[in-house]
């Protein structure tokens, strides 16, 4: 396939045991961001290393790939991940939630509700919540240590005094376990439900923040919010235009300049399966 | 009056290297009392409402204090997560700069409202309406309680620091030099709303001022310092008109008279 031989899954052996033991770390303490070395990975930071590293640490040659990016299978990022992984472990991949083993992704869950053995990897750009609230690292963990949560209500308050709602639209902050306070990375709030007792592992793996935290199978997952502005997901009131689902989260294409527009399906493989099929994946396709 | 002292304070001291911060310090301070604590620059005062307030661990010594149930605890054998607690419930800190005190990037209601969501108050309409009360105690107009602390003059964000801590509503509140950077007008209105504020919820305060004036309007006890030692200690109208050491009579006499 190519001159140079890499290890498998491009990290060598102690680079994967390194990461592994944090992703074990994490999921003992849910929702408690990790230290470990991150390396540098061949793609820049803003792209997903941290992702591509537990991706890199957990898979297995019998493991099934699927990566998305804003839901979709086919843009950039999901397609140069997927490539990636092909040529350093020569895996299975594929674009269908169910059939996937490891789902890496940035930004959504898929819309298909996962099953417990599957597992969900996102890319984190900003693991700290508290980060924009509170800008030193050493009182961060040490707000986090005491269970010191107040501040994290204080932005919740500003949205409603300014915007007379909680505006906060994505990232938005969830409570692992009664215990620890934790951004979701930068998932649509319509996501964090899913997030909520899901038979699936979810790792999280930010690179530059060389940071990974984890949600455990079957793990309590809350939105914060106020007793009389309760959480709630967006909601839109119109159906995909391609294959008509409802209560799904839609993205805005724009068709033209006139102001034409539709909103179709973010998961393209939950639309595509709704849909009678017309055309091929895009992996026979590569 | 209860019938213990709500701080009791015993041979406290902290050195930075080989140089005094404060030594020797006892006193008691009893619940509902002001207590001023003056002096000049580099006298030691600040180091001793640190140490007090334990922002800064003391070298020696003991800092007792009655807690809200009854029992007694010694300061520096707490927990950081209980002193933590106790800081932002039972305890107010006012620095002499507000911008130290308040969080500059959120509105005047959330700067009040903090504390109360940090106890665990979840309801928006409640936190926003004990924000709204406080900044009518504080003479803040209502309609500024979504603008940010940065759009205050310094007087206003000097009675929102205030606001901000009594909201929980205190015991025990540090102040450090709070009339200090304001001129004398709206020092005079700040005076008056803290003496009406500390007599109505009858709060113990440590005021720690070089101006003698401030110490005469608010405090019914002073302790005067000099190189990190409490050199005269008596009730307020006591030292400031029959002073005994030398030097709390050269302080008294440097006050311009009108």
Known sequence: MNGVAYNFAYLDEQTKRMIRRAILKAIAIPGYQVPFAAREMPMPYGWGTGGVQVTAAIIGPNDRLKVIDQGADDTTNAVSIRAFFRKVTNVAVTTHTGDATIIQTRHRIPEQPLAAGQILVYQVPIPEPLRFLEPRETETRVMHGLEDYGLMHVKLYEDIAHHGRIATAYAYPVKVADRYVMDPSPIPKFDNPKMHMSPALQLFGAGREKRIYAVPPYTEVKSLDFEDHPFEIQTFDQPCALCGARNVYLDEVILDDRGGRMFVCSDTDGCDSRRPTTNDQPEARS | ?258
């Open chain 2, 1 to 258: 009056m209860t019938d213990a002292p709500i701080l009791e304070v015993r041979d406290l001291a902290k050195a930075y290297g080989a140089r005094i911060g404060c030594v020797d310090i006892s006193f008691d301070l009893w619940a509902g009392e002001v207590l001023a604590v003056v002096g000049e620059s580099g006298s030691g005062k600040t180091t001793l409402l640190s140490c007090l307030s334990t922002r800064l661990a003391a070298d020696r010594g003991s800092v007792v204090y009655a807690m809200r149930d009854g029992s007694r605890r010694d300061l520096s054998t707490m927990r950081e997560a209980e002193r933590r607690f106790l800081m932002r419930t039972d305890w107010g800190f006012v620095h002499q700069n507000p911008a130290d005190g308040l969080r500059m990037g959120v509105s005047a209601g959330a700067n009040v409202g903090e504390r109360l969501m940090a106890v665990g108050d979840r309801h928006y309409g409640h936190i926003r309406g004990t924000a709204l009360d406080w900044l009518d105690r504080v003479e803040i107009d209502a309609d500024r309680i979504d603008d940010r602390p940065r759009a205050f003059s310094g007087g206003m964000r000097q009675r929102l620091q205030i606001a901000r801590n009594l909201v929980t509503s205190p015991r025990l509140v540090f102040m450090d030099e709070p009339t200090g950077g304001l001129d004398v007008s709206v020092q005079a209105r700040l005076l008056d709303l803290m003496r009406g504020l500390v007599r109505d919820l009858g709060l113990s305060v440590i005021i720690v001022t070089h101006d003698l004036a401030v110490a005469r309007l608010l405090s019914h006890r002073i302790m005067v310092m000099k190189e990190g030692r409490v050199i005269e200690h008596g009730l307020t109208d006591r030292v400031l008109d029959d002073p005994r050491e030398p030097y709390t009579q050269l302080l008294v006499s440097s006050i311009p008279q009108a």
